[in-house]
């Protein structure tokens, strides 16, 4: 049996009104992105449902395990095409219950029509394919409260389509439908989840990872853009910003309270976040911290962490198990790369006992000792910006220097 089309639902995306044919526009790219690789088919995109023509089922099998993973598709099927003919549909439920003759099966018929100008009705429908099927195979029977499979028979305009499978997509919105955000990107298994959550919901994610060498090595940067790479499947580039922390992390080792250090830490990359998000047009800034995990992950840390910045926060791990997070990454292939043994920049420096519950008031006069302006400019100007993708990593040039951003950081600071 081979199935001559797909369908595509678009779930959110019915909720949309003005700019669906906008969503409905990048959708349509992305899966042609998604599919490029392959041949023999063709997409058709409506208003409620998208078609992928299916010249052969060459690559049907990889084509169905792409379409699990992009945004903006809530389920889809492999079906079988007939015309608006009953007989022609008998013809082709035939075709369907080829692989289900060798043993005893429940079934259900489950009829719709879109098509209301159909000579025959949902009833009428399930009992004309329900007689058809118990007429002509003697090891199916039916079940309609639990069936073994569902026969599913949609009645549209352009034909009758039978399928048996809705097979379930990671929903959302299509990537890069919404805003830009700025994500901190640890060599972790949290945050690479967070940057796909935020694709899923259609948001443009870039990214921005701390190093600190001679503490963190060339190979950790290596993950960083393996996991970029992975994160670029399903949208085909995405832009990573790495900035060298090391005069700054170790000036705030030096002058800090060490049960402070982490709480400092996450301060200061937020405020260079900020700077970057800024220049990059981000409307927000986004961790993949999830509460209570670690000890910067208290609603304490959180508040004392937000006060440096007055941009949004996203967090979209906030509420979320450990065990489903992991679950995701395993899912989205970032698990294995993330385990990978390669230390960031949050982990070289971790005190022995975080402060769990850090007082804002405390944290503001230990960071007041210091006049961080020349450090905090020279580690903005030594920000190094990568387009990267499945086949390249590509340097962006930067022309900002650091005497222009001690100009413009000082009285941030």
């Known amino acids: 049996m081979e199935y001559s089309h797909i369908i595509i639902r678009y779930g959110e995306l019915t909720l949309k009104s003005g700019n669906r044919n906008e969503f409905l526009r ?3 790219k992305n899966i042609k992105l998604n599919l490029k690789n392959f041949k023999g088919y063709h997409i058709q995109t ?3 449902r998208m078609y992928i023509h299916l010249d052969s089922n060459e690559y049907v099998e990889e084509i169905l395990e792409k379409l699990k993973r992009i945004p903006g598709i ?7 095409r007939a015309s608006l003919d009953v007989e022609d549909a008998k013809v082709n439920i035939a075709r369907l219950l080829e ?9 259900k018929i489950q009829t719709k029509r879109p098509n209301k100008n159909f000579q025959y009705n949902t009833n009428e429908l399930n009992n004309i394919f329900g007689g058809f099927v118990l007429s002509n195979y003697k090891n199916l029977s039916v079940d309609v409260k639990n069936p073994d499979f569902v026969i599913n028979v949609e009645v549209r305009s352009e034909g009758i389509f039978i399928f048996t499978d809705f097979i379930k997509g990671v929903g959302g919105f299509p990537v890069n439908t919404s805003s830009k ?9 949290d945050s690479p989840v967070a940057a796909h959550m935020l694709q899923v919901k259609g948001v443009e994610v870039e990214m921005l990872h701390f190093q600190s060498p001679p503490f963190t090595s060339q190979d950790a940067l290596e993950k960083i853009f393996s996991l970029a790479k992975k994160l670029s499947e399903i949208i085909g580039t995405v832009k990573v910003h790495v900035v060298n922390f090391t005069k700054l992390q170790t000036e705030i080792v030096k002058n800090v309270p060490e049960n402070y250090t982490m709480t400092s830490t996450r301060r200061f990359m937020l405020k260079v976040a900020e700077e970057i998000a800024k220049k990059e047009n981000c409307l927000a800034l986004a961790t993949g911290e999830s509460l209570g995990q670690v000890a910067s992950q208290t609603l304490e840390s959180m508040n004392c962490i937000n006060n440096v910045t007055n941009m949004p926060v996203l967090r979209p791990l906030l509420t979320m198990d450990k065990v489903d997070i992991i679950k995701i990454a395993t899912e989205i292939g970032t698990y294995e790369i993330s385990n990978l043994p390669f230390e960031d920049c949050c982990t070289i420096f971790t005190p022995k006992a975080p402060k769990t519950k850090p007082k804002l008031e405390k944290i503001i006069q230990y960071e007041a000792r210091d006049d961080y302006s020349q450090i905090f400019a020279e ?12 086949n390249s990593v590509t340097q962006v040039e930067n022309e900002t220097t650091v005497e222009k951003l001690e100009e413009d950081f000082s009285e941030l600071l």
């Open 99 to 107: 692989r289900k003759q060798n043993k005893n099966y429940k079934f």
């Open 379 to 390: 580690t903005i100007a030594s920000t190094t910006t990568y387009l990267i993708n499945l």
């Open 181 to 189: 955000a700025l994500l901190l990107l640890s060599g972790g298994i």
């Open 74 to 80: 809530h389920t889809f099927s492999p079906v079988l």
């Open 26 to 28: 990048k959708l349509t």
């Open 46 to 48: 409506k208003r409620d």
